[in-house]
């Protein structure tokens, strides 16, 4: 072979050479990454089951003051929590010592202290598990197992952004009456043999009561957030106006996410991928109501967007309502990480995953097969949309690395 041909081949394997290393060094990134959310996703399904379990053999802290030590600007508890099942099992079972009216809010709910302290958010039942919410996506009442299924599907995802919620049977003639304030006290009745409330709220009623059957009222019971963690609100970017005949900017302005770019907190930071996730979490569960969030206060766009409230969910297993996911298909970004997770749970997993997480809960089956169903096409519809924006942008623009180290040091 000729010198100049000789030089001609070593350019050429050198180029190949440089390339090739190159490919590799940046797979190798994705790839580390990708196999951390393979083994965090095997964790999660290794412990879906939440036996709940009074024993705390390994410390003297009570259950609540371990969950107050879990929440951090970026989750409310950690990826391990073999203490979870006996936080859970103190919030269905603890005494209730005190009960009044439930904070500000458009619905039905009871503020109960349990033995200890601890504040719990109790959301009575009102529908029963067949039962389908006719009419605009938000309709109906609250749905006190919604929030039961949220709280899991939240662990499911590995966002960790939702306050624990269990289920709990109450006797409220025996355990709420005697420790109820004058204000909540007087909105009891008898209605047949069932005793009911209606509390104070802007659409409580006397009209509309919760009923026990009997004196056992089935709910939910969402434990609150250290007070050392105070929330602030905010309107979501990608609110409803519930209006009739009035439309919000970003249901006729498909540039609507430019604008959106351009607004604190969501020019920079986590919290428009936040808004994404959630979009995804809702539009899961159903839940068309998310017209503002909470994140903890002077955090400057920097913790979590906490997933409170998801009680407007699983209301009709056949409506997909796609604008849910707006904040997806108008922005067309995602984390990898949650792009990852949604992949493993296609092919029936995520149902299997939920109803797997949920076996355990008190008021279980919490939700009906119609709604588990309904997941796994809903999934399909979110991994189709995702698709439709690494074809249009190009996966580099797509999903976004957004890996936070996290602490509970």
């Known amino acids: 072979m000729k010198l100049k041909q000789r030089v001609v081949l070593l350019a050429i394997l050198l180029v190949i050479f440089i390339f090739t290393k190159v490919f590799l060094i940046d797979n190798l990134d994705t790839s580390a990454a990708n196999r951390e959310d393979q083994r965090a996703f095997h964790r999660m399904m290794a412990s879906l089951r939440v036996a709940l379990d009074p024993r705390l053999d390994h410390t003297l802290q009570s259950p609540w003051e371990i969950a107050a030590q879990w929440v951090v600007p970026r989750e409310v508890y950690p990826e391990e929590t073999p203490e979870l099942g006996a936080v859970m099992h103190a919030m269905t079972t603890k005494k209730i010592i005190k009960a009044d009216v439930g904070y500000k809010g458009t619905q039905l709910k009871a503020l109960l202290i349990l033995e200890g302290g601890q504040k719990v958010v109790f959301k009575p039942k009102r529908y029963a598990r067949d039962y389908v919410v006719e009419g605009e996506p938000y309709a109906g009442y609250d749905r006190h197992n919604a929030e039961v299924a949220a709280f899991h599907l939240d662990r499911i995802l590995g966002f960790r952004r939702a306050p624990l919620v269990v289920g709990r049977f109450v006797n409220l003639r025996t355990e709420i009456k005697p420790v109820a304030t004058e204000q909540l006290l007087g909105t009891f009745m008898t209605v047949g043999n069932n005793t009911c409330f209606y509390g104070k709220c802007y659409y409580c009623r006397e009209t509309e009561p919760a009923c026990a059957d009997g004196d056992i009222m089935e709910g939910s019971v969402t434990l609150w957030l250290p007070d050392v963690w105070p929330l602030q609100k905010h309107r979501h970017p990608w609110g409803r106006t519930y209006r009739e005949g009035k439309l919000a900017r970003w249901e006729y302005d498909e540039s609507y996410c430019d604008a959106v ?35 903890f206060q002077d955090d400057e766009g920097a913790s979590m967007l906490i997933l409170l409230d998801n ?99």
């Open 311 to 409: 009680a407007k969910s699983f209301g009709n297993p056949a409506l997909d309502e796609r604008s849910i996911l707006a904040p997806l298909y108008q922005c067309c970004i995602i984390r990898v990480s949650t792009w990852n997770r949604l992949n493993y749970l296609k092919n029936g997993v995520l149902k299997s995953a939920l109803k797997t997480a949920m076996s355990h809960d008190p008021i279980s089956p919490v939700l009906s097969d119609p709604h588990l169903d309904a997941l796994d096409q809903r999934l399909l519809g979110i991994l189709a949309t995702v698709k439709q924006c690494t074809d249009q942008f190009g996966p580099d623009v797509v999903l976004v690395e957004d890996r936070m180290t996290l602490s509970h040091l």
């Open 261 to 295: 770019k351009k607004t604190s907190p969501y020019d920079s930071g986590p919290r428009l991928l936040d808004i994404i996730d959630t979009a995804i979490f809702d539009y899961l569960i159903g839940n068309a109501d998310r017209h503002h969030y909470e994140s």
